[in-house]
């Protein structure tokens, strides 16, 4: 065999391993063949992985035709200021479509470009131009990243029928407290996470559906937390609040007694005083606040005296406490340690 039958011969078994990948994606050949020819000439369509066109990080200053068969699209660092739904109109397959880093207002979200991907799962828009939350939004949505935008505003009604919706985050916005409401929320049935960090809200955002389990609130404003606040958030387990203007008057004693919360992050408020801490919460943050002082007395969820050897279920759960950055001056009272018998870590 000379050396150019060999290299033919290698090719041709590259390619039929490449048909056979394809077949194990289940992609017919012929959508296979359509997809890596209509690959736009600004971006790279791996022959392995026919569903992805990466086209990031090429100063792109708008979208190119994007094929069918497209189930990824990676745009994220571009110049990209327009969303435009010609570009876009037969990447009506997408899963996965990520514009971070772009230069996207909402003025340049075309209108129903976002509607027609009925398979849209992720949708990332962080370090974009928008002012708004885009709208309307596909149902099969499931993370929704609009991080560092200037958004200032949430449509009424944006996330009705968004069910699948388990992932949002709006840190870095603008938002004020009255948009972020029973109203503008609606339809977030399965919500999960929702980090709202450094906006501009003054008090506990209203209206989060009753699955939440993390909330996202660090470098706000926020002032008080409502006494029953929690009583609608069941299943909220880790909760952070850090960066805000929280004093112990606007923290009513039994606010965080909330048998779902883990972790709890206060640091960097004004407190005076250690909130009660419930049986089963294992993560503490309340480094740099004004805490004077701490005893077991008043910190313990329940009566000290009653811990004794036995470990069981009803000794309190704490694992990790920061208290660095306030007045309290070693050591760490005994009743403090007699109660929290699991503490493996306690920063002062
Ligand atoms: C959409 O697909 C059709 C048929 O394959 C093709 O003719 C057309 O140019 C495509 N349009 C865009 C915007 O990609
Ligand atoms: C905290 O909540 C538990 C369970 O809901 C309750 O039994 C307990 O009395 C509460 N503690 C305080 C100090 O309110
Ligand atoms: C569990 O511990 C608590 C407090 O330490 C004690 O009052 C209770 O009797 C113990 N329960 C069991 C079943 O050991």
Same mark, same amino acid.
Request: aromatic share 6%.
């Given at each position: 065999?000379?050396?150019?039958?060999?290299?033919?011969?290698?090719?041709?078994?590259? *390619?039929?391993? &490449?048909?056979?990948?394809?077949?194990?994606?289940?992609?017919?050949?012929?959508?296979? @063949?359509?997809?890596?020819? $209509?690959?736009?000439?600004?971006?790279?369509?791996?022959?392995?992985?026919?569903?992805?066109?990466?086209?990031?990080?090429?100063?792109?200053?708008?979208?190119?035709?994007?094929? *069918?068969?497209?189930?990824?699209?990676?745009?994220?660092?571009?110049?990209?200021?327009?969303?435009?739904?010609?570009?876009?109109?037969? $990447?009506?397959?997408?899963?996965?479509?990520?514009?971070?880093?772009?230069?996207?207002?909402?003025? +340049?979200?075309?209108?129903?470009?976002?509607?027609? @991907?009925?398979?849209? $799962?992720?949708?990332?828009?962080?370090?974009?131009? !928008?002012?708004?939350?885009?709208?309307?939004?596909?149902?099969?949505?499931?993370?929704? !990243?609009?991080?560092?935008?200037?958004?200032?505003?949430?449509?009424? +009604?944006?996330?009705?029928?968004?069910?699948?919706?388990?992932?949002?985050?709006?840190? +870095?916005?603008? !938002?004020?407290?009255?948009?972020?409401?029973?109203?503008?929320?609606?339809? &977030?049935?399965?919500?999960?996470?929702?980090?709202?960090?450094?906006?501009?809200?003054?008090?506990?955002?209203?209206?989060?559906?009753? *699955?939440?389990?993390?909330?996202? &609130?660090?470098?706000?404003?926020?002032?008080?937390?409502?006494?029953?606040?929690?009583?609608?958030?069941?299943?909220?387990?880790?909760?952070?609040?850090?960066?805000?203007?929280?004093?112990?008057?606007?923290?009513?004693?039994?606010?965080?007694?909330?048998?779902?919360?883990?972790?709890?992050?206060?640091?960097?408020?004004?407190?005076?005083?250690?909130?009660? %801490?419930?049986?089963?919460?294992?993560?503490?943050?309340?480094?740099?606040?004004?805490?004077?002082?701490?005893?077991?007395?008043?910190?313990?969820?329940?009566?000290?005296?009653?811990?004794?050897?036995?470990?069981?279920?009803?000794?309190?759960? !704490? =694992?990790?406490?920061?208290?660095?950055?306030?007045?309290?001056?070693?050591?760490?009272?005994?009743?403090? %340690?007699?109660?929290? =018998?699991?503490?493996?870590?306690?920063?002062?």
């Amino acid at each position: 065999m000379t050396r150019l039958d060999s290299t033919r011969l290698f090719c041709l078994l590259c *390619t039929l391993c &490449l048909v056979g990948q394809v077949l194990g994606q289940d992609m017919p050949y012929e959508e296979y @063949m359509a997809q890596i020819q $209509a690959c736009p000439k600004e971006c790279r369509c791996p022959p392995n992985f026919p569903r992805a066109v990466y086209c990031d990080n090429k100063a792109l200053k708008s979208i190119p035709k994007i094929p *069918t068969h497209t189930w990824y699209l990676y745009l994220q660092n571009n110049l990209i200021e327009v969303l435009s739904a010609d570009a876009l109109r037969n $990447a009506t397959q997408l899963r996965w479509l990520n514009l971070n880093r772009n230069k996207i207002s909402s003025e +340049g979200v075309e209108e129903g470009v976002l509607s027609t @991907m009925s398979h849209l $799962a992720h949708l990332y828009m962080d370090d974009n131009l !928008l002012s708004s939350v885009p709208s309307p939004l596909p149902a099969s949505l499931e993370h929704l !990243l609009l991080s560092r935008n200037r958004i200032s505003k949430i449509p009424a +009604g944006v996330f009705i029928g968004l069910d699948k919706l388990n992932l949002l985050d709006l840190q +870095g916005n603008k !938002l004020m407290d009255e948009d972020v409401t029973e109203v503008s929320l609606k339809g &977030l049935n399965n919500l999960v996470q929702i980090n709202l960090a450094k906006n501009q809200l003054s008090s506990m955002p209203l209206g989060l559906p009753p *699955t939440t389990t993390q909330l996202f &609130l660090d470098g706000n404003n926020i002032e008080k937390i409502p006494a029953s606040y929690f009583k609608s958030l069941p299943k909220v387990a880790f909760l952070r609040l850090n960066h805000n203007k929280l004093g112990s008057s606007g923290v009513p004693k039994n606010v965080f007694n909330v048998s779902s919360i883990l972790d709890l992050q206060l640091s960097h408020n004004q407190l005076t005083e250690v909130p009660l %801490i419930p049986s089963g919460l294992e993560h503490l943050h309340l480094d740099h606040n004004n805490i004077k002082s701490v005893s077991g007395a008043n910190v313990c969820p329940v009566a000290v005296d009653t811990v004794d050897d036995s470990i069981n279920e009803s000794v309190p759960r !704490l =694992r990790y406490l920061r208290l660095d950055g306030n007045e309290i001056k070693p050591p760490i009272p005994r009743d403090v %340690i007699l109660c929290f =018998r699991l503490l493996r870590s306690i920063v002062i």
